[in-house]
């Protein structure tokens, strides 16, 4: 006969974990979208957006990493998520980085859903644990509405997408260096 484990008690509540595991969610199909934007990049000639993306997308696999540990030490039980509905091809190199913030924009929105549920509901310890994505999200926004500001202020003609795609392999450094806090 199979053993049973008795579960434990736990301060983290059902609806909790499912708001968490629903971002889990998210954060997955932000690593699957930005792994197939990475790659239609890197075949239609921009090596530079490539490599963002790439990067990014592995940051969001840590970020969905980070809430999958939480909440089995919370007690939960962190369930892999089915990833859909993932896009392949891109209009051009705008269009790309335009989902890139509205995503972000959504995830963002989601995020400040579950803190809203925790303060509510009195668990401090999850709502810390989220201070780190409220910033993360910031500094993601930021990113991609930069990246798309490059598409305006250096203009799409002659070598100009070229030129926007060597400013986005250096986009990161802007925002670590603090370019967002003083633009
Ligand atoms: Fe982890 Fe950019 O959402």
């Keep these: 006969m199979e053993k049973q484990i008795v579960t434990p008690k736990r301060s983290l509540t059902t609806e909790t974990e499912k708001l968490l595991n629903n971002q889990v969610g998210k954060e997955a199909s932000s690593s699957s979208a930005y792994l197939s934007m990475a790659s239609w990049c890197e075949k239609s000639g921009y090596a530079n957006a490539a490599e963002f993306l790439y990067r990014h997308s592995d940051e969001e696999r840590m970020h969905m990493l980070k809430l999958f540990r939480y909440i089995n030490d919370a007690g939960g039980h ?47 310890a999850t709502f810390q644990f989220l201070q780190w994505y409220v910033t993360e999200q910031r500094e993601e926004e930021t990113l991609a509405r930069r990246a798309l500001e490059l598409f305006d202020i250096i203009g799409e003609d002659g070598v100009g997408l070229w030129t926007i795609d060597q400013e986005l392999g250096k986009l990161e450094s802007f925002v670590q260096d603090g370019g967002a806090e003083q633009a």
């Design 78 to 124: 962190a369930l892999q998520p089915a990833i859909k509905d993932i896009r392949h091809e891109y209009k051009s190199l705008r269009d790309v980085f335009e989902q890139v913030l509205e995503h972000e924009i959504r995830v963002t929105e989601s995020i400040n859903n579950i803190v809203d549920h925790c303060f509510t509901i009195k668990d401090f």
